[in-house]
C-alpha cells in the first residue's frame, strides 16, 4: 500500500524495484511490459502510477559533476534539489530559480514543469540543457538542447523512458534578502507588483477582495521593493494564517544564498504532514487580473476549503508539454484542506470559472478537465504523440492519463 507525499493516491503498480546500477535499470526496463519512474512523490494525482511496475531512482549513485567552463551541472535525475544547492553555491553557482520546497527529485520536477516565480524566470525544466533517458528497448540515450526533440523530451510526464540524469546552466552565485508585506488590494497593481522583483509570490485565502501577503525576493543588491499600499510583517510569517514560520525560509531582509530564499520552506523541515491536496491553474499574464477576479466570484466556495492560494509569474518557454508553452504566464495556485470529497466540487467549478482564458493545469497537481480540452490547450501536442510513439512504440510508460492525453 504504497502512496504518494500527500497520501491521497495509493499506487496500484504491482512491485516498485530500486535498481543500484544504471546497467540494472536499463535490464529492468528492457523486460518489464509497463513500467514508469517515481520521483520523490510529490504529485497530487495519478501521473506517477500504473497498473504496471514502478521504479525508483533513490539507490541509485548520487553524482553531482560541475563544468564551471560551461557553467553547467550534471546530476543524477532522482536527487533532491536540496541534496546539491549548497554544492554548486560552494563552487561559486546556482540554479536561476527553485519550486517552494527543495524536496522533490529533478526528473519529477523537470517531467511536469514545476516552477518557482519571477517575471523573467522559466520554469525549472527551462534548465535543462541534456537528459539522459532510458527508452523502451533499455537503451540510454542523450538528447541535447538544439537537437530536433529536445523540446518535446523535457517536460515528459514520465512518458518517454526513464530520466537517469540531467545537464543544467547555472548562473554565478547570488544572494537574495526575502520580505513580506501584507494587505495588498486585488486590483490593477498586481502584474506590477509580481513584476516588482526579481521573485514575488502573492498569497491570499479569498477571505475578502484584499491579498494577505506579498512575499518579495530581491536580489540583495536591488534597491527595495516595497508593493504600493501594503504594510511590512512585522515579523517572520508562514503563507496559512496562524501557522508557526519555524519552517519558513529567513525573512525581514536578511540576506542569504538563493538557494536559502527562493524556496519558501527550509530543507529540514517537512512543510507540512502532508495534510493537504493541490491544484493549479495557468493563465496568460494579459489575462491574469480577469482570471483572479473570476477566481474572486467563487470566493465564497473557495474561501472555506483553501488553506492557501498562491499567484505566482513564470515566463513563456519552447518546450512542448510545458503549461508556460508561448505564453507568459500567471499561476493560481491552490493548497486545499485534505478532504477531496469537499475539494474536488469546487476544483471543477474553478476549471469552469477559468476555461475563457483557456487556463493550463499544473500537471502534477488535481484538475479535472477532459482529455479533449487539455489536448486543445497543447498546440504541440501531435508532435509529443509522435515523438512518444518513436521512442516508446509499446506504450511501456504509459498510462491512463498519458493514454488520455496521447489519443
Ligand atoms: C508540498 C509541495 C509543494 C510543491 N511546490 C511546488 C512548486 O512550488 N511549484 C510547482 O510547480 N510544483 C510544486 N509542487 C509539485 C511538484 O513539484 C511536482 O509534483 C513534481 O512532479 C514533484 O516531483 P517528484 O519527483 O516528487 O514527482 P513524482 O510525483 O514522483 O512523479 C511525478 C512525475 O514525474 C515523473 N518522473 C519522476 N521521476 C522520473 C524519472 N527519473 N524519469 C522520468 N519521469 C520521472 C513520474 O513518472 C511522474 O509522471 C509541490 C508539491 C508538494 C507536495
Known sequence: MEKNWAGNVTYRATAIHHPATLADLRSLVARTRRIRALGTRHAFNELADTGGELVSLARMPKEVEVDSSAAQVRVSAGLRYAQF??????????????????????????????????????????????????????????????????????????????????????????????????????????????????????????????????????????????????????????????????????????????????????????????????????????????????????HDRVHPVVQISEVRAIAADELWLSPFHRRDTVSIHFTWIADAARVLPVVSLLGEKLAPFDARPHWAKIFDMTPEVLRSRYERLQDFRDLARRLDPEGKFRNEMVDGLLS
Request: hydrophobic share 40%; charged share 20%.
Open 85 to 298: 544547492a549548497e554544492d554548486l553555491d560552494l563552487k561559486g553557482f546556482a540554479l536561476p530559480n527553485l519550486a517552494s520546497l527543495p524536496h522533490i527529485s529533478v526528473a519529477g520536477a523537470t517531467a511536469t514543469a514545476t516552477h518557482g516565480s519571477g517575471s523573467g524566470n522559466g520554469s525549472l525544466a527551462t534548465s535543462v540543457a541534456g537528459l539522459e533517458i532510458v527508452t523502451a528497448d533499455g537503451e540510454l540515450r542523450t538528447i541535447n538542447r538544439g537537437e530536433e526533440d529536445f523540446d518535446g523530451a523535457v517536460v515528459n510526464l514520465g512518458a518517454l523512458g526513464v530520466v537517469t540524469g540531467l545537464t543544467l546552466d547555472l548562473v554565478p552565485a547570488f544572494e537574495i534578502r526575502q520580505y513580506v508585506h501584507e494587505g495588498l488590494p486585488l486590483g490593477d497593481d498586481v502584474l506590477a507588483v509580481l513584476d516588482g522583483a526579481y521573485s514575488v509570490s502573492l498569497f491570499t485565502d479569498w477571505s475578502s477582495d484584499t491579498i494577505n501577503q506579498v512575499w518579495v525576493k530581491q536580489r540583495a543588491t536591488d534597491p527595495e521593493f516595497v508593493p504600493p499600499g501594503t504594510t511590512p510583517a512585522d515579523g517572520p510569517r508562514h503563507p496559512v494564517p496562524h501557522m508557526s514560520p519555524e519552517n519558513c525560509t529567513p525573512q525581514l531582509g536578511v540576506p542569504g544564498r538563493s538557494f536559502e530564499r527562493l524556496p519558501h520552506f527550509r530543507p529540514e523541515f517537512t512543510p507540512s504532514a502532508g495534510e493537504e491536496l493541490q491544484t493549479e491553474f495557468m493563465v496568460s499574464r494579459q489575462d491574469a487580473l480577469a482570471a483572479l477576479r473570476a477566481v474572486h466570484e467563487i
